[in-house]
């Protein structure tokens, strides 16, 4: 007769056993937000624990995370954190909880301290330097600026702080003699009328705030996808806009000479468009650049003609401006020379033709496929009812363009657009290029709304981008039924070689039942034609 | 295609690692800064300290100000009693200077306590030690800092009518510096022991000793002091913690002239032994040394240079070119040390003494890689020495050319403690220095390192930002 043993488990077993609390706070360091939320969501994936939180114990986050059911307790923590530790929650099962802590404070513990305390070491030179003066010294100095992006050593800072910090970091690098690509959000106008001000001063450019991307001499910064050199330069108050523009110039056998990021603000009346004017002065002094590109949203008159004032040497001298501002009348721009586009796949291809490069690609604004739902049934849209198209998107003026292009749909389709990039959705969580986590749970949330004929999203590739843009949602579309009533479409915004692969993210996701396109026109034009019937004639063909 | 003369492009990114990713892979030179806010968390002091930054005024009259500090060339002329020399002391009223900034009796420390009860004794101005309490309490004493009348003091820094005083002199300027003479180790009125063996000790400094030493110096015409730290330098000292070879070097130029004093040969071995008992007995020379010098870079408008940290035993306060006399003050730190055999963290006294004056200058623990064994007091190796001397060389815009240090391939010792680069950097100043037992009386207890408080620097920054106009637009 075999016994049978009674497994005793390591620990009692609590009948009612329910996820725990557990916190711990590492004093003295600091670490930027992106990478903390990697460290949490790394320890995330720990089996058995549910949540976990790791961010730098500033009073609004404790608050934050108590509301999140973490314990931000005195008596938990054994210690009052301050805004130089990091507090780091989890939530879940006990051992679980052990581990994550572990894990994380160990993930921390490779950094160095924030304020060197008396009596430890000295720090060596081999250690990052603290400030950009002391990288400047070390990596030899010289006050002198370089204004010209031809001239020698071209400086620049890419600044990714906090907000509040943001501005002095700028105005430090700024006084170096560097250019300054602003990636931060939320600066204030009156900062940023200053710090433009201080670049104009000395020939610098001030790219931002709110600058996602930018490519000076080759060097792609920020939110950049890999694009062949060339010779049109793209200058955009916008990231994805001038991403958009940059991948098509490629596609089309064109190449980015500069692009210059101006910041999201730099057309408002008070900053005057002070970086878009310094560009365009940079692009004159340039003598390999054969077409400029302008992507804005419509600016102010007053701004517009200071900007047509500065392109008119360009012009002069046979170098095409191109302007794509969705919304923009043609009107507006009468004896201004410059060229309206209708579009920013527009715009690539008038700067393209333009310029001297071999054509050795095409740039196609609408397709003959026919729209098919996920479950592979043709889509046809609902007779009677309100319906909706839904679109989820990681930049503004791709938005923007799209609810443009969709602007006059039947009067029972409306379209719902998100910039999930916007400010709002970023204050205290990472860009949708980064974490697509709250796109892609709008996507799930309006494949399953009954009242949603379309969902469209866009996946941006490049530099500074998730490796894996798609991998969480198409997990989540395979839990899913496939869906015979709703169309499912993407654009991928990206050339072949970004480091994503766009090939095979574009075949995942056509595996998965999206309508997968190649521009953001492309993808809009499509979705009016499969909502109203026959394609429409005169629209960017 | 691209034309022969390649710009290059330098990356400097400050925050997400991730942006150094995309120009690393066209092989741009990449640098990423290890960002972490201010120490003080406050966004304002980071936007005052960028502004001062891209002021060129600041540059320019940083500039001037180093330079009036190497035009000074401190000859030790004289020892006088400081009545005579100090116009501050030579008034009517009772009046004693102290270490640091300014403070009342009621809020003063132990030693500082013990050394002006010790004082006030000292002077005849009261009989008995209750009496001189009293004395103190009400008001019956002008307290005032050393640094107001261009003196400065190690310890409590108490410096009374009638002590000897060493008399600095710039000959150029006519400028003058000034500080008490060093006691010893022990029972010193500077640890705040006021019994009657410390009091008579100090009635000899004042007469047979002071009277010598007048002698002896006057009769060489005054003994330029920066060669004797030079040398010093090159010989184990940092001349403020370290200053043995800088007391023999010292005691080489003036024992034949001493020698050759009047005075019988028994007060002239007594000077002798006195100086060649006390490893320190240089330190107070080096203290005015460095007063001397940072006094003639004062007061230039727009500079950023610091040009006084001194404490009291209670605060911490530093002085800026740019804003002249005003104190920018926190609370002292305590000291990370060694401690001697039967003593603790829990007898300690917080950070005391003006002799941090010598950092202030580029010497001391900015120039510990001269006398690497001081790190020992807290752990550290011989490396680290050399490694505290680099990074302090990081808060400093410029060099002195006549400091050098050999353990550094004689490279210059930093010049001109900067509050924006103290701000920017997070390189806290980093202070060699003794540790006071908190009670009056008792005497040193040990020795360590500690850091000038942020709080001071982010309060400087914020002050000269007001003093200063926004440059003009051009």
Known sequence: ?541 | MMAPDVPVVRVFNVGVEEFCRGPESVGAEVHQIDWRPPVDGDPETSEVCSHLLADPRVDEANREATSRFLAVDPVAIDVQKAAQAIAGLGTGRPTLLHAGPPIVWESMCGPMRGALIGAVLFEGWASSVDSAVELLGNGGVVLEPCHHHGAVGPMSGVISPSMPVWVIEDPASGRRSFSNLNEGLGKVLRFGAFEPAVLERLRWMGSELASVLSAAIRSLGGIALRPVMAQALHMGDEVHNRNSAATGQFLKRLAAPIAQTDFPGEAIARVLQFIGGNDHFFLNLSMAVCKLQLDAASGVAHSTIVTAMARNGVNFGIRVSGTGDTWFEAPASMINGLYFAGFGPDDANPDLGDSAITETAGLGGFAMAAAPAIVGFVGGTAADALAYTVRMREICVAENPVFTIPSLGFRNTGLGIDVRLVIDTAILPVINTGIAHREAGIGQIGAGITTAPFACFAGAAKALARVSQPAPVT
């Open chain 1, 1 to 541: 007769m075999t016994q049978s043993a009674a497994t005793q488990p390591d620990s009692p077993v609590d009948a009612t056993d329910g996820p725990v609390a557990r916190s711990t706070v590492v004093t003295n360091r600091y670490r930027d937000s992106v990478a903390l939320m990697r460290m949490a969501a790394a320890a995330a994936e720990i089996g058995g624990v549910q949540s976990v939180a790791v961010v730098m114990a500033t009073e609004a986050n404790l608050l934050d995370a108590a509301t999140k059911g973490f314990a931000v307790d005195s008596d938990s923590l054994g210690v009052t954190p301050t805004a130089n530790d990091v507090f780091i929650g989890v939530i879940g099962e006990d051992r679980a909880c052990a581990l994550a802590l572990a894990v994380v404070s160990e993930d921390l513990a490779g950094s160095r301290a924030s304020t060197p305390a008396a009596g430890t070491s000295g720090g060596s030179q081999t250690e990052a330097a603290a400030s950009i003066s002391s990288a400047f010294q070390r990596a030899g100095g010289s006050a002198e600026a370089h204004s010209s992006l031809d001239g020698g050593l071209v400086s620049v800072a890419v600044i990714s702080v906090p907000a509040a910090f943001a501005a002095s970091e700028a105005r430090k690098a700024l006084a170096l003699g560097m250019h300054v690509m602003l990636f931060s959000d939320n600066v204030g106008l009156d900062d940023e009328c200053d710090l433009k001000q201080l670049a104009a001063q000395r020939g610098l450019l001030l790219m931002g705030p709110d600058c996602g991307t930018a490519m000076i001499n080759g060097v792609p910064l920020g939110f950049a996808n890999v694009v062949r050199r060339g010779s049109v330069t793209v200058i955009g108050a916008s990231g994805t806009g001038m991403q958009e523009v940059m991948a098509h110039l490629h596609r089309l056998g064109s190449g980015v000479r500069q692009a210059i990021g101006c910041g999201g603000r730099d057309l408002h009346l008070r900053v005057g468009g002070s970086t878009m004017i310094q560009a365009l002065r940079l692009a004159q002094a340039d003598g390999d650049v054969e077409a400029v590109v302008l992507v804005s949203k419509p600016p102010d008159p007053a701004v517009l003609r200071a900007v047509a004032e500065a392109a008119r040497p360009l012009i002069a001298r046979g170098v095409p401006v191109i302007l794509s501002a969705t919304g923009l009348h043609s009107g507006d721009l009468a004896e201004t020379g410059l060229h309206v586009a209708d579009s920013l796949d527009d715009a690539a291809r008038i700067a393209s033709r333009l310029a001297s490069a071999a054509p050795g690609g095409s740039l196609a604004t609408t397709t003959t496929s026919v729209p098919l739902t996920t479950a592979g049934a043709p889509f046809v849209l609902p007779g009677r009812g309100e319906t909706s198209v839904v679109g989820a998107f990681s930049g503004g003026t791709l938005k923007t363009e799209f609810t443009h292009l969709l602007r006059d749909l039947p009067a029972n389709v409306s379209v719902h657009a998100v910039d999930f990039g916007d400010d709002e959705y970023t204050k205290g969580r990472p860009h949708p290029m980064i974490d697509p986590g709250v796109r892609d749970r709008e996507v799930i949330r309006a494949m399953s709304d009954p009242a949603v004929a379309v969902v469209h999203f866009d996946v941006v590739l490049g530099f500074g981008a998730a490796s894996d843009p798609i991998g969480g949602l198409l997990s989540q579309l395979a839990v899913m039924p496939a869906s015979r009533s709703t169309l499912l479409c993407a654009h991928v915004l990206g050339t072949e070689l970004d480091p994503q692969g766009r090939d095979g993210i574009v075949r995942r996701l056509t595996d998965a039942g999206v309508n997968v396109f190649d521009t953001n026109a492309q993808a809009a034009n499509f979705i009016r034609s499969a909502v109203t019937g026959p394609e429409r004639e005169g629209h960017g063909s």
